[in-house]
């Protein structure tokens, strides 16, 4: 395996079941995100984990639980989701920023996505 | 945040340039400008970013203007697989967070 990659790549569930995402990257990034894309709106940032650590929490509902094991591995688990939450759901990773001699500013590399239909 | 403002939508010929304009007047010094864009059933993909002076890389150009108020992305010849949504983005130094826009949607005419 290459780049990063999501599984599942669709995803159909009710609304009070649980599930989880996953996304594993190959590029021996220590950066990890989790965005959302729904339909005609903008991608939107979720979380952010920099050397295992959130970094970033972009005020999202608790009913989306994120997890990183290692720098490797990034979940995002779901329960009690509602309809408005179907979307595909993108993770991406990148260099950490901010540590010192690495880089201010880099690229980040994205997955293919879930496609994510609550019922 | 500092927002960006694309055209929706643009349409070129295959083989031509294609400028993509971007404004980004409440940009702060230590903002950089990235361009993404993304294919059809597809994750956003890199194209290119820069602080101050134009760059130039294996897949496009961009020009920031003097002020960086706006830039642009240039595309020398557009070919069928750049069809796709264009995304301006600027992110402050050191931090992790892009402020997605609506893009511009690239359709390359054959």
């Known amino acids: 395996e290459t780049g990063v990659t999501q599984t599942p790549r669709h995803l159909v569930m009710g609304m009070t079941n649980k599930k989880s995402l996953k996304c594993e990257q190959h590029l021996g990034h220590n950066a990890m995100y989790w965005y959302k894309q729904s339909a005609k709106k903008p991608l939107e940032l979720m979380f952010v984990y920099s050397l295992e650590e959130r970094v970033e929490n972009n005020s999202v509902p608790s009913r989306f639980s994120p997890e990183c094991p290692n720098s490797s591995h990034l979940f995002l688990h779901l329960h009690t989701l509602q309809p408005e939450d179907s979307a595909l759901y993108l993770c991406?990773?990148?260099?950490?920023?901010?540590?010192?001699?690495?880089?201010?500013?880099?690229?980040?590399?994205f997955g293919p996505g879930t496609r994510l239909t609550v019922l | 945040d500092a927002k960006t403002t694309q055209p929706n939508s643009m349409e070129s010929n295959e083989e031509e340039p294609v400028h993509l304009p971007c404004n980004h007047s409440?940009?702060?010094?230590?903002?950089?400008i990235h361009w993404y864009r993304q294919l059809p059933s597809q994750g956003p993909e890199y194209v290119i970013h820069?602080?101050?002076s134009n760059v130039n890389n294996r897949m496009a150009s961009l020009a920031i203007a003097e002020d960086r108020k706006s830039s642009t992305l240039i595309l020398h010849r557009a070919t069928l697989r750049d069809a796709a949504v264009y995304y301006c983005?600027?992110?402050?130094?050191?931090?992790?967070?892009?402020?997605f826009g609506t893009g511009t949607r690239l359709k390359v005419l054959a």
């Open positions: 409440t940009i702060s010094g230590t903002d950089y």
């Open positions: 983005i600027l992110r402050a130094s050191g931090t992790y967070k892009y402020i």
């Open positions: 820069g602080l101050t």
């Open positions: 991406a990773s990148s260099q950490a920023l901010g540590l010192a001699g690495g880089p201010v500013d880099n690229e980040q590399f």
